[in-house]
């Protein structure tokens, strides 16, 4: 079956320690997104990318990084200077092409906690 | 001003009665409209999408759009205790879709 996979689905960083996501897709879509969630908040776009080895800035970038070496993968790494990163991580992919905006599908999340 | 506003409820409703979330948007050139529905601790699962202005109806759901207003609402009809959730307003104005904080229905049986 087509979908998202995200692991792992529960994580803990120390002080300090940069963490990496893991998102895969087989769903052959074009474009891929990393969103945060806080509690009772919405979700905010870190990072996405619309093509292999492209990728742009969302609303809250900064302590984070990505790749898209592969269309299957885009990996996210929380680094040390990602001052507050106790969260709920989705990812998500969908086609890139307006004629077939119909959303996207999303991962199963990953919840990092600080420890 | 917040991108796409929502009311954070929660709202709530009698089993079998119509449940009404609503959603404003700021951004005039969006050009698609989603609404998800997230049960607590999961990741958002994709309920109605509607372009064009008017009423979209996909079984117990409708989405309604309003592009002169800048309204988007979604109807749930004969509503269940299983739609006790948060919904999700996104709009995609080109570049990502842009999520409003989330409506929490509760159903009350």
């Known amino acids: 079956d087509g979908g998202i996979t995200q692991s792992p689905k529960y994580l803990f960083r120390k002080e300090g320690q940069n963490v990496t996501l893991s998102c895969e897709q087989n769903l052959n879509h074009d474009a891929m997104y990393w969103y945060r969630q806080d509690p009772g908040q919405g979700l905010r776009l870190i990072y996405y990318?619309?093509?292999?080895?492209?990728?742009q800035k969302g609303d809250i970038a900064e302590g984070y990084s990505v790749s898209r070496e592969k269309k299957e993968s885009f990996p996210l790494t929380v680094t040390s200077a990602q001052k507050n990163p106790t969260a709920f991580y989705l990812c998500a992919s969908s086609h890139h092409d307006a004629r077939e905006d119909y959303g996207y599908t999303f991962g199963s999340g990953t919840r990092l906690t600080v420890v | 001003q917040k991108e796409v506003e929502q009311n954070s409820g929660p709202l709530s409703v009698p089993e079998g009665a119509i449940a009404s979330l609503n959603c404003t948007y700021s951004d005039r050139g969006s050009q698609s409209f989603f609404w998800y529905r997230q049960y607590s601790g999961k990741s958002p699962e994709l309920i109605m999408f509607i372009y064009s202005n008017g009423d979209k109806e996909d079984g117990r759901f409708t989405a309604q759009l309003n592009k002169a207003s800048q309204y988007v609402s979604l109807l749930i009809r004969d509503s269940q205790p299983s739609d006790s959730a948060t919904y999700l307003c996104?709009?995609?104005?080109?570049?990502?879709?842009?999520f409003g904080s989330g409506t929490r229905l509760q159903v009350q049986p």
């Open positions: 996104a709009v995609n104005a080109g570049r990502a879709l842009t």
């Open positions: 990318s619309q093509i292999v080895n492209d990728f």
